[in-house]
């Protein structure tokens, strides 16, 4: 019984060498499934040397990691073999999100935590003028990829950072930034924008828009969002028009537009 073993383990490594040698395997088509705009199915295969490797031995790890340095604009990518003879690879591309542009803060606020108004006054509300050629693009990661603009509207955000192509922001700050505009944009009808321009600095988030708003990045974002739709529902009822309102405080503070006299 144990010779049997032992032959049939001889057998099935002559089959494996043999077939190694033979490299019936080889690659001989490579086929590229592109889900990006932003790089062109040639230049994708430029620079790849598949064609002849053996699948067993690609370090498909190594290939990814090629395609994704030479392209910022990829986000993932799928490897697999076909018998016989052809690799398969699937390209997908990141998203859109963000406009990301420099923002030169020369007075640093401070991060008040205690509720006053006189500390609310301290906010500034002014935002620079912007080019196409100051921007960046980011997904919805904060990775920075691009900066060909797109021909519709993303949000724009100003960050007192060194911004660079390749690079990452704070993971948990540009998740709260981006839980914060998708909830921004639902409470649209209510606000009158849809095109978010915002800057942070410190752990405040300032949008402006006709309803201007300051968010504090250390709270939790939907507390915010819900003291910021019960004050615009108010407002209406009161029909007041409201101009600022901080939300970093356990009470916002809020500024209405004066009431015009009859």
């Not at 340095?69 to 690879?89: A, G, Q």
Request: some cysteine; proline content about 5%; aromatic content about 10%.
């Amino acid at each position: 019984m144990r010779f049997r073993k032992i032959y049939a383990l001889f057998l099935i490594g002559i089959l494996l060498i043999t077939i190694w040698r033979l490299n019936i395997f080889s690659v001989e088509k490579v086929v590229i499934y592109s889900y990006v705009d932003c790089v062109s199915e040639q230049d994708l295969k430029r620079g790849l040397d598949l064609l002849g490797k053996n699948p067993i031995t690609l370090n498909v790890a190594k290939v990814k990691a090629e395609l994704a340095s030479k392209h910022l604009c990829i986000k993932d990518i799928d490897i697999s073999y076909e018998f016989p003879r052809k690799l398969k690879i699937y390209v997908y591309g990141r998203k859109f999100f963000s406009k990301i542009v420099p923002l030169n803060q020369t007075n640093n606020l401070p991060d008040f935590e205690a509720s006053s108004s006189s500390e609310a006054a301290l906010l500034d509300w002014n935002f620079p003028l912007t080019l196409p050629s100051d921007m960046l693009i980011a997904d919805e990661t904060g990775f920075i990829f691009t900066s060909k603009q797109p021909n519709f509207p993303l949000p724009t955000l100003f960050l007192s950072e060194n911004l660079i192509l390749g690079k990452q922001i704070n993971k948990r700050t540009f998740g709260l930034i981006n839980q914060i505009f998708t909830e921004y944009l639902e409470l649209e009808p209510m606000l009158g924008e849809n095109n978010i321009v915002a800057k942070k600095y410190g752990n405040i988030l300032l949008i402006n828009s006709p309803v201007k708003v300051a968010f504090s990045l250390q709270r939790d974002v939907l507390r915010q969002f819900a003291s910021l739709q019960l004050i615009l529902q108010k407002a209406k009822i009161d029909s007041r028009v409201v101009e600022i309102v901080d939300l970093r405080f356990d009470k916002p503070v809020i500024e209405y537009q004066p009431k015009s006299s009859k």
